[in-house]
RNA sequence: GGCCCGUUCGUCUAGCGGUUAGGACACCGCCCUCUCAAGGCGGAGAUCACGGGUUCGAAUCCCGUACGGGCUACCA
């Protein structure tokens, strides 16, 4: 428990960086932080047919939008790279090597339709469907002759007999354990000479002297194998910890079908890093029952793999949303304003160059709009009138308030007072309409709601004597005699 | 089929032998109020999957069952 913890976050870049992917990221790397140790980013791109460089780099921006740094990894070298497993080659080679000087490994020269077969029938009988260990009972010599004159061959692991349990304490499930014959002879290298994955994981881990192994739950069933490679090279056997998977909303396995599942989509959709992190975090975690908001630096202080939950959860959009409009409300101005020019701008709203020079204006409008967002992008419908020249006003807003008695006796009054005010402010505008419901008899409800149909176009909008301020003098008073002819009498 | 893992309000969770089973999101009501929010207060919501044990006492420990998930590849 100090500066010798090394954990590692190994993602396949078969695809973006999706959410359950993203916690077992941020398990690791809090729990590296914890300890003061390090956190390694290794990438499993062992699959040529599905791994390309393009998500490689995603699956890091990713990363680095969520603000998870890592010591090791690509672009940040340790001394134990390379850090993608197709640059380890020589490692998992030396490593069989070693195998193969202990006996731990013998030559297979079954090819996959026999063995294919052979499980289909074991299958069909109901039994364990592992290797039969044909291979297992050549003459070593013999063995050597045939690897020698180029037969084709896999290597696998000689799984000693009669192996006791295969026990381990999981630090977040406690006490598993696999029968000792639950482990065939599987094959350590393939016909290619390239290593399987539960080799290369092995190796990996040992040779980058991981000490705790937090992964996904689907690896539960692969560490009996792994830890039988680890004993076969006399190396120590890492603590391991699985975490349970994240559901969609139906109880299903978290997939496409469910909508946005990188993380990726959420950032463009207008959620903020802290917000995913600390949601993320809760999903299957927590400080003690009751902080649901914490920052990063909290969660590196306060993570223990003994808070880790043992059930599957269920990914909460509502609850996420949520959560996200709690840290949109914790920004300052500044702040809120740097993250939401670029969506304006992305919906052309605003130019950059526009937003720099009306910096002053944009910071007033922050403050209206900030306990209003549950997402950055909500931004847009809801100031778009600030952008236009005028307003179409919404059907059911016509009907509902402009129609209703008294509302155009209230906008004349309104318009006028707006006309002759001294300064267009909201306290002053806010002063003046106050006197309107007084002088014209109509209530203040149908009062301002009129204005506020006429001048947003809707019957929601944010704070209306702010709105108008922003708005201005002249285009509030020109959507105001635009609305009039709407109106009742 | 075999082997592993899991099961507390709709959802995320607290709980680690004795609690009125606590909190958060969502929901409902009230207050505040120029709309919508935000905020404040309050409410409803969990026979702790089911069945057996162990115990004076079990959501908590043990054993089954059901349901869900994972592994069982020369995928990762």
Redesign the pocket.
């Known amino acids: 428990m100090s500066e010798s913890v090394r954990v590692r976050f190994a993602p396949?870049p078969t695809g973006h960086l999706h959410i359950g992917g993203a916690r077992t990221a941020i398990y690791n790397w809090a729990f590296a932080r914890h300890h003061g140790g390090t956190f390694v980013l290794r990438i499993?791109d062992?699959?040529p047919e599905r791994s390309t460089e393009e998500n490689t780099q995603a699956i890091i921006r990713a990363m680095e939008w969520l603000g998870l740094d890592y010591d090791e990894g690509p672009g940040v070298d340790g001394p134990y790279g390379p850090y993608f497993q197709t640059q380890r080659a020589a490692s998992y080679a030396d490593a069989l090597e070693r195998l193969k000087a202990s006996g731990s490994t013998y030559p297979c020269f079954?090819?996959?339709e026999a063995?294919d077969a052979k499980?289909e029938a074991a299958?069909q009988q109901?039994?364990?469907?592992?290797?039969d260990r044909t291979c297992r009972g050549i003459e070593v010599e013999e063995a050597a002759r045939r690897v020698a004159a180029g037969e084709?061959h896999?290597w696998r692991l000689k799984v000693p007999e009669d192996r006791a349990d295969i026990a381990f304490c999981d630090a977040v499930?406690?006490d598993?354990?696999?029968?000792g014959d639950?482990v065939d002879d599987?094959?350590l290298v393939?016909?290619?000479g390239t290593a399987?994955?539960?080799f290369a994981v092995a190796v990996d881990d040992t040779t980058m002297a991981i000490t705790h192994v937090i992964r996904g739950?689907?690896?539960?069933?692969?560490t009996p194998k792994q830890i039988l490679i680890y004993e076969a090279l006399g190396e120590d056997v890492p603590v391991f910890a699985h975490l349970?998977?994240i559901l969609g909303a139906d109880?299903?396995?978290l997939s496409k079908r469910h909508g946005a599942t990188s993380v990726e989509a959420y950032r463009d959709s207008g959620f903020l890093p802290e917000a995913v992190m600390n949601y993320l975090a809760?999903?299957?975690w927590?400080l003690d029952?009751?902080t649901?908001v914490f920052s990063r630096e909290t969660l590196a202080e306060s993570f223990s793999l003994?808070?880790v939950?043992?059930?599957?959860?269920?990914f909460?959009d509502?609850?996420l949303e949520?959560l996200n409009?709690?840290y949109i409300?914790d920004m300052s101005a500044t702040e809120l304003i740097d993250r939401i020019v670029p969506v304006l701008a992305e919906a052309g709203l605003i130019t950059h160059e526009e937003a720099a020079s009306r910096r002053e204006w944009l910071l007033r409008l922050a403050p209206m709009v900030s306990?209003?967002l549950k997402r950055l992008d909500e931004i847009v419908p809801m100031v778009a009138f600030l952008f236009s020249d005028s307003v179409e006003i919404e059907e059911g807003a016509r009907e509902k308030v402009l129609e209703k008695e008294g509302s155009g006796l209230a906008l004349d009054a309104c318009r006028d007072a707006l006309a002759s005010v001294p300064s267009f402010d909201a306290e002053t505008i806010e002063a003046a309409l106050r006197e309107v419901p007084e002088r014209t008899g109509v209530k203040?409800?149908v009062a301002?709601?009129a204005v506020?149909v006429a001048t947003t176009g809707s019957?929601?909008?944010?704070?209306?004597?702010?709105s108008l301020e922003l708005l201005g003098r002249e285009r509030t008073l020109q959507r105001i005699d635009a609305a009039r002819p709407l109106a009742a009498s």
């Not at 739950?217 to 692969?222: F, G, I, Q, T």
């Open positions: 396949s499993e062992t699959d079954c090819t996959s063995l499980r299958r109901g039994g364990f469907a592992g290797y084709p896999v499930r406690g598993v354990r696999f029968p639950a599987l094959v393939r016909t290619d399987t994955y539960n739950d689907d690896h539960l069933s692969n349970s998977m109880g299903k396995r809760l999903l299957g927590s029952g009751e649901t003994d808070r939950s043992r059930n599957p959860a269920i909460d509502e609850k949520w409009g709690v409300r306990e209003r203040p409800k301002f709601q506020r019957t929601v909008s944010p704070p209306l004597f702010e």
